[in-house]
């Protein structure tokens, strides 16, 4: 048992990101059953829906679970009373300040782990008080920080800085990635893209085959002019490349990007129009599995590393 | 041993990169003497400065070395002449296609390793002959690929790609790091920055105070529409960054960089209109040391970190 498996209270230090339009109760559910823990992304549902969600993971038997909140979403204090009504035990916040609600959720006895993409807003949420956080680098799916941190160095960066068990996050989809974050010191490791392609996943069957036939290169961090997102290349994200490539302003950004776009590619299936967020860590994945079977592979891989291994020094 | 200090002929898996303006013959010597692959960084020589570099690092008792020859440099058949006319031992080969001087090295007995940024090139370098290659990732200092796959996700996807030793480059300056790196399958490491940083480089000193003081976010990916190269912020990156934002063509930018930009900054120390061309791990570098406790270091904290090892699974 390591400070982080303690703290969430989970069997592997194995954390399934919540993603907007992959991750519902289903997802959250396979998951935590597996040893890890589950998120219910609430970033891409409404208030009922959230509510939907928890209701029906709980009924499923599943009592080990967590709810990530971006921070920034129109419903975010909304969800803030819903996870503190239903008790949810464990909630990730992202995007946004970790100040506003940690104190709260804790009185409420919820741990709370916050999303961060550098050292310095690292220091600043031990600080707010959260119980752990999520170092998320430059090769992650979906919203990222602006100072393009590589998983390989911010984690390390940020395990100096401060004394909470992290969470690695960005680029990881093998059991070789998972032993590499831990030896840069990640007490464990959230993984999105991976899980993203489940068959639990709640995402259009048309983009899990465009996850797992993605190859090096297919994503790119765009948008960097309003917030960073790492995307799969289309029809719909050339434009965004062109337009940012002539030196389009936030305002047209804005335009282009319009309202529903990852709804439309993720759970919709429209890989011309949508936005298809995911990870680099697309590039390993090639097979739609079961959240049961992937965690068994995970462990395979990472033992086989580990026994093959034979230090340099 | 393993596949890749035998084929090099070294104590420890870490070559030192051949960087412009910094690894000159007492950078590659001390590395070698340290019991690494020290190489000299031809991408900044005229040809007479070349051959005065490998004489002096022989005269200085070291005859096991290598020198980095970027293909596309001007003056690259030159270099082939002359590091078969000197019996270089090894040539590291880098922005070029691999093809059309490895035969001809390694009829001369000469040991070739080639750097690249993608498995589609690491399969085409294993064709062409090559005896190992350079994995290296986005957060690497100075010219990078266009798909900026990092390295976290980059050495997985090559191992899987190739058979012949695979060594990872790009955001490793720590014993973490090395472990990290070596858990996704590297055979070994090639470090930059941190060499950059020492003692022996031939850098200014002004260039290594300011990498020593880098934090996280303080470098960029710039001019990605010319050759993609990573650099410190100052005000010379800042105005490729403004000029970038507003849809700057790629020939506005050849004017704006001109000519002689990396020399001024890191050689002539001049912070403010020179290039200054680093990797992400200047934020994990404190100090200006030696190369030789640079060395102990390294595999003091990898040995640390493997001492305090307890698998998650």
Redesign the interface.
Known sequence: M?PLTKLLNIK??VIQGGMVWCSGWRLAAAVSKAGGLGLIGAGSMRPEVLIEHIRRIKENGVTNFGVNIPLLYSYAEEFIDIVLKEKVPVVFTSAGSPKKFTSLLKENGIRVVHVVS???FAVKSEEAGVDALVAE???AGGHNG?????????V??IKKSINIPVIAA???A?G??????????AD?VQIGSLFAASEESSASDSFKEKVISAR??DT??ALK?LAPVRMLKNEFCNKVMEQE????TKESLVELLGKGRARKGIFEGNMVDGELEIG??A??ISSIQPVKKIMQNL?KE??E??NN?????
């Not at 070789?176 to 010191?185: D, E, P, T």
């Not at 490539?245 to 389009?248: I, R, S, V």
Request: glycine share 12%; no cysteine.
């Open positions: 390591n592997y230090p550098s050292a310095k680098g430059f090769e602006k100072e393009e941190t590589t998983t390989l160095t911010l390390e960066l960005g680029g990881i093998t070789r990635a998972i032993l590499a974050v831990q030896s840069l010191g464990g090096e290169g790119i961090l002019k490539n002539a030196g389009a680099q860590s590039s390993m462990i990472y033992e590393a580990l291994f034979e230090a340099y020094f």
